[in-house]
């Protein structure tokens, strides 16, 4: 409850193209040996639980992923139920999307930006992460799914994204996109690649941008543009204090802010909005998780009569 990280522990499972029911048995599998390894002493107060795709934080439910056949999962409903059967019950058991969890953890704790602030992540990893943060806390919107950016209208080509609209920033920025319009591999080369390793991916874009391919920085450089105009948007849209990229996005961007820039140069002209920062993380830092467990740990102080227990006399 102090802040202290107490461990950190990476455990993959494929969930990815798997049976729903399937799919949550390694989840159940992996919670409940990792539950028995609390130490003693220590109690679990609360739970969040990080997604891709659209989530209804509000609900708890995971309506659709790009790459997870979960639709309308209850997976708070199915964490309790997990819980339940380790001996917990009556705690906090939160959802929310990767994203902003990402941005909870980059607002708060590495720009550390006053309390008031408003403030846009776009992140993630094998995907467009992104998310509103306001006065410190994630903006869900009227149904816990505001600040969904992969999906704004960025580009008028004819690709269509997976959602089934056409040009959204996904096709021109998504880890995918890059990497087929960069003439490094296919479409469905880099479906498969990214989703074996999205961080080798990552790191083949950026090397060959090191190393001066011209069609690999003529695909970042539309993608920058591409971004510039939705954050462009944004800004015109909220006024944040800060545009914040992140995850993947930051450690590119290097090779897509100048035409990022360009695109964002008039609107921060404007007195309006020439105090907004437009800030770039390239560190790699674990911000989803982190950003969760600032989120659990925000519930606990919310309700701080769920930390009491009653005191027994002899």
Do not use: K
């Not at 539950?35 to 209804?56: F, N, Q, S």
């Not at 997976?162 to 920033?169: D, E, M, T, V, Y």
């Not at 941008?209 to 939705?230: D, M």
């Amino acid at each position: 409850m102090g802040g202290e990280e107490l461990w950190l522990v990476t455990e993959p499972a494929t969930l990815r193209g798997a049976d729903p029911g399937e799919a949550f048995a390694q989840v159940r599998d992996i919670l409940l040996r990792r539950l028995a390894e609390v130490p003693d002493g220590c109690e679990v107060i609360a739970v969040e639980v990080a997604l891709p795709g659209v989530v209804l934080r509000d609900h708890g439910q995971l309506e659709y992923a790009a790459d997870l056949p979960w639709t309308n999962f209850p997976i708070r409903e199915q964490i309790r139920e997990v819980l339940t059967e380790a001996g917990i019950s009556g705690i906090h058991v939160g959802v929310a999307n990767d994203g902003r969890f990402a941005g909870l953890y980059a607002t708060r704790s590495e720009l550390r930006l006053p309390p008031s602030s408003v403030a846009v992540y776009i992140g993630g990893l094998s995907g467009i992460a992104s998310g509103v943060i306001v006065n410190g806390n994630i903006f869900g919107g009227a149904y816990g799914v505001a600040g969904d950016l992969a999906h704004s209208n960025a580009a008028r080509g004819e690709t269509e994204c997976w959602c089934g609209r056409h040009g959204c920033l996904t096709t021109v920025l998504g880890p995918e996109a890059l990497l087929s319009r960069s003439g490094l591999m296919s479409l469905e080369d880099a479906h498969r690649a990214v989703a074996d390793d999205a961080w080798a991916c990552l790191e083949q874009l950026r090397s060959e941008a090191a190393a001066g391919n011209e069609q690999v920085l003529t695909a970042l450089a539309e993608a920058g543009s591409a971004l510039g105009g939705v954050i462009d948007d944004v800004l015109g849209l909220l006024n944040p204090h800060a545009a914040i990229l992140g995850g993947y996005v930051g450690v590119l961007s290097p090779y897509l802010r100048s035409t990022m820039d360009a695109r964002l140069s008039q609107r921060l002209s404007d007195p309006a909005f020439a105090a907004t920062l437009v800030v770039s993380l390239e560190a790699d830092e674990p911000r989803v998780v982190r950003g969760a467990a600032t989120a659990a740990r925000d519930a606990c102080l919310a309700d701080p009569l769920s930390l009491t227990r009653p005191i027994s006399r002899a």
